[in-house]
């Protein structure tokens, strides 16, 4: 029995975090994702200034940085 749903779509928000005057930020999480073949993922996204939580862009790029984003197909 999947409690799966199709085209779901979720998300976490987290309180702000003002990173002014960071050199290298860095977030670290642990999660547990049960996912299908395809197009299942996760992002990593942030809004900031005036519109803060009406436009939201994914942080990083495909194959960029440690660990991260390694398929192009996620849904965003």
């Not at 976490?12 to 003002?18: A, G, L, R, T, Y």
């Not at 990593?44 to 660990?67: C, F, K, M, P, R």
Request: proline share 3%.
């Amino acid at each position: 029995v999947s409690n799966y749903a199709v085209d779901k779509q979720s998300y976490v928000n987290s309180p702000c975090f003002d990173l002014t005057g960071f050199t290298k930020p860095t977030i670290a999480l642990n999660y547990f994702a049960d996912l299908q073949t395809g197009a299942d993922g996760a992002t990593l996204q942030y809004s900031s200034g005036a519109n803060a939580g009406d436009t939201w862009i994914t942080l990083g790029e495909v194959h960029s940085g440690i660990n991260w984003f390694n398929r192009e197909d996620i849904t965003l």
